[in-house]
């Protein structure tokens, strides 16, 4: 199936021009398969991999440490091999993507609430209460992540 793309009048009169439209419209889904797809599979081993029977992220055998992926170890398959205690790694590696992906959502969840409230707040009271709160909003997005950071660890 192809889609049409709109073109301008500049697009029609230069082909790279053309080619360059073309382009802004193709990466952004190709991008976002992508991310879907990984997406969907650290989703699956996060939610799977706990449940595959002897795969314990706790359970230390010294016997068995630093086996190397794809190996068999103590009569079960070990996709990604053992650390140095003799853990299974896969096993460690979906629970620890279990808690990151619950912070996430908590994170994500807590930024909708205070973003729709202010929001709708900003919405509803025009004026100055509108200019403050996007007042706040410019700043915020004023201030470069890396320096917040750095000051953040400065402190």
């Known amino acids: 199936m192809k889609t049409e793309i709109?073109?301008?009048r500049k697009a029609e009169r230069d082909p790279w021009l053309l080619d360059v439209t073309a382009r802004r419209w193709r990466l952004p889904k190709a991008t976002m398969l992508v991310a879907?797809?990984?997406?969907?599979?650290?989703l699956g081993m996060v939610l799977?991999?706990?449940?595959?029977?002897?795969?314990?992220?706790?359970?230390?055998?010294?016997?068995?440490g630093l086996r190397t992926p794809f190996s068999v170890v103590d009569g079960q398959?070990?996709?990604?091999?053992?650390?140095?205690?003799?853990r299974d790694i896969l096993s460690r590696l979906a629970l620890a993507g279990?808690?990151?992906?619950?912070?996430?959502?908590?994170?994500?969840?807590?930024?909708f609430v205070?973003?729709?409230?202010?929001?709708?707040?900003?919405?509803?009271?025009?004026?100055?209460?509108?200019?403050?709160i996007m007042g706040l909003a410019?700043?915020?997005?004023?201030?470069?992540?890396v320096l917040l950071l750095i000051a953040r660890l400065a402190v």
């Open 77 to 86: 398959f070990s996709v990604l091999g053992t650390d140095s205690l003799g």
């Open 98 to 111: 279990r808690i990151s992906l619950l912070i996430s959502v908590i994170a994500v969840a807590i930024s």
């Open 48 to 64: 799977i991999v706990p449940f595959l029977p002897g795969y314990d992220p706790f359970s230390q055998n010294l016997r068995n």
């Open 138 to 145: 410019d700043v915020q997005l004023a201030i470069p992540p």
């Open 6 to 8: 709109p073109l301008t």
């Open 36 to 42: 879907v797809i990984l997406l969907v599979l650290v």
């Open 114 to 132: 205070i973003g729709v409230t202010l929001g709708l707040i900003a919405g509803f009271f025009k004026g100055p209460v509108e200019h403050l």
